[in-house]
């Protein structure tokens, strides 16, 4: 669908990818995320936004996407007043307008739904965080957190078990309050939250040349895509071009970001279904990969590596052949090891049928990411909107159509395998130029940038919005964990208890990147 058929006057956004802006009023507010869903598009993210105290200058935006590329809409709330829900076209909109309410107090209209997400008692006096006319003092450290309506389940045998939001393992923290009958799951509720750092403000503090520092440790774990997608807003902000050899350094260094994760999360779900031996090959593999990103680029995690107008650090041949052979002898062991996976009978035993959901029920909540395409979803930004490099590289999607643990292990495998062919073909056709331009930041009163990486969760999404000076007036990072962690609820119904950290871990999903 042509963005023309949204029927909007849209602003096309300087980005390597299609990204519009478009201010509209409550009807085409609607309309627009009506017609964008009924065309098969998505909703990526929704925020508040609270300008200035004097002119009431506020407003509610939403991100969607379609094979247009991604619309920002802005629509103004002049009054301070409520907006249109969205939740009735897009089921992911829920927590996205609650944690919205939570940090600028603009609320969508008859939502039934009305329970705080990141606010859990503890934020003091002085009202949303977010809102400008507004002093916040915190609550005192003996405040205990307020208490949180969780939707029983009554009947024969129904009892509740409580996990979290402290846990045994060394994980985030995360409230799940399971309905059980026996150990069948008949319901389970999620409370997070529990990491939130005051992200979206802090942002509101920093000169934006500095902002892809936090945006890099919004969730840890992505710290590639989410400077990535930041110093993209940044440089559409400032219609900045980026020097072409820092594009393919930036790709190499987000697909070793996937690879990564890919590893320690094969070797994780391994140890989740009894087989030790997988964790201690995939921690091995995994460790010696971040030893050479620690050797090529600086850092294990490559953070702080991509910057405004480019990369910080380069690669010279040797490098770049170091990287190669590394690439053919991780493939050959993880080809081996997913061998013994898919013939190890007790381990397919647990992976097969567990978690599962459907095409249909990925389509519906509006999962993303790995976890869409292990549900038969044909969807990645580097193949359905492909930019620089990944225009000219072929990069293939892998899906599966079980929407299992067993689909959500294969994805990772052929991803591994997908992006080890993206990076001995990044590192042979590296052009020659420099690695980053100097940023020069607009002059204007008011600027609108995005960015929109896949990262190895899915896709990250940063809008940024800067003042007179280049002062970020508003920075919103989005993980794809928002439309995910609804769906986790879903795929365990029907599951014994036991198998809910196996399913939890073929997701695994950010803590961080969602509380913010």
Same mark, same amino acid.
């Given at each position: ?6 029927? #909007?006057?849209?602003?096309? $956004?300087?980005?390597?990818? +299609? #990204?519009?802006?478009? &201010? ?25 936004? %609270? ?21 920002? $809409? ?9 907006? +249109? ?7 992911? @909109? ?23 997400? $990141? ?9 949303? +965080? ?13 405040? /205990?957190? @307020?208490?949180? %309506? =969780? ?24 409230? =799940?309050? =399971? ?40 969730? *840890?774990?992505?710290?590639?895509? =989410? ?6 807003? $940044? ?15 930036? @790709? ?41 990103? &620690? ?32 690439? %053919? ?17 007790? #381990? ?12 249909? !029920?990925? /389509?519906?909540?509006?999962?993303? *990411? ?20 990944? &225009? ?15 689909? &959500?292990?294969?994805?990772?495998? %052929?991803?591994?395998?997908?992006? !080890? ?8 056709? #590296? ?5 980053? @331009? ?10 609108? *940038?995005?960015?929109?990486?896949? *990262? ?9 919005? !800067? ?9 919103? +990072? ?39």
């Amino acid at each position: 669908m042509p963005v023309a058929r949204l029927g #909007l006057d849209v602003h096309r $956004l300087p980005a390597p990818v +299609p #990204l519009w802006h478009a &201010r509209v009023d409550r009807t085409q507010w609607t309309a627009t995320a009506d017609r964008v869903a009924s065309a098969g598009g998505r909703l990526v993210a929704l925020w508040g936004v %609270d300008r200035s105290a004097a002119a009431l200058d506020a407003s509610v935006c939403a991100a969607l996407a379609g094979d247009f590329g991604l619309v920002w $809409l802005e629509l103004p709330l002049p009054d301070g007043g409520s907006y +249109p829900d969205l939740t009735p076209t897009f089921a992911c @909109a829920a927590r996205m307008q609650r944690a919205a309410a939570d940090l600028t107090g603009r609320r969508p209209e008859g939502t039934r739904d009305t329970r705080p997400w $990141l606010d859990h008692g503890l934020w003091g006096e002085g009202g949303p +965080p977010l809102r400008r006319e507004e002093s916040r003092t915190g609550a005192s450290l003996d405040t /205990l957190p @307020a208490d949180y %309506d =969780f939707v029983r389940v009554e009947g024969d045998g129904v009892h509740e078990i409580p996990v979290g939001p402290v846990h045994a393992g060394i994980i985030e923290p995360g409230h =799940f309050r =399971f309905s059980v009958v026996g150990e069948k799951v008949l319901r389970l509720e999620e409370r997070l939250g529990y990491k939130h750092k005051g992200i979206e403000r802090r942002f509101t503090e920093l000169p934006a040349p500095q902002g892809h520092r936090l945006a890099g440790r919004v969730s *840890g774990d992505s710290t590639v895509a =989410f400077s990535w997608a930041y110093c993209m807003a $940044l440089e559409s902000a400032a219609s900045l071009e980026v020097p072409q050899r820092a594009a393919w350094l930036r @790709a190499l260094m987000l697909e070793r970001e996937r690879v990564a994760n890919h590893l320690g999360d094969l070797g994780a779900l391994g140890n989740d279904a009894a087989l030790s031996f997988g964790l201690a090959h995939f921690s091995r593999l995994r460790e010696d990969w971040q030893r050479l990103s &620690r050797e090529a680029f600086g850092h294990r995690l490559m953070m702080d590596c991509v910057v405004p107008g480019g990369v910080s650090t380069d690669v010279d041949p040797a490098a770049q052949d170091r990287l190669r052979r590394q690439c %053919d002898e991780i493939e050959r062991e993880v080809r081996t090891l997913r061998s013994i996976y898919d013939e190890h009978a007790g #381990l397919q035993d647990r992976f097969m049928t567990t978690g599962r959901v459907t095409r249909e !029920l990925a /389509l519906r909540l509006g999962l993303t *990411g790995l976890a869409a395409r292990a549900s038969g979803l044909n969807a990645d930004l580097r193949t359905d909107q492909p930019f620089e490099p990944y &225009r000219g590289m072929g990069a293939r999607v892998c899906t599966q159509s079980g929407g299992d643990v067993a689909a &959500r292990v294969a994805v990772r495998f %052929d991803e591994v395998f997908e992006s !080890l062919r993206l990076i001995r073909g990044l590192c042979s056709s #590296l052009p020659d130029g420099p690695a980053r @331009a100097e940023p020069r930041l607009p002059d204007g009163e008011r600027s609108h *940038g995005a960015g929109w990486v896949e *990262g190895w969760r899915g896709e990250v999404f940063v809008a940024l919005e !800067l003042g007179p000076h280049g002062r970020i007036l508003r920075c919103h +990072p989005h993980d794809p964990s928002w439309q995910n962690w609804p769906v986790l609820e879903h795929a365990v119904i029907g599951n014994i208890v036991p198998d809910f950290p196996l399913i939890n871990k073929s997701f695994n999903l950010s803590y961080s990147g969602h509380d913010l």
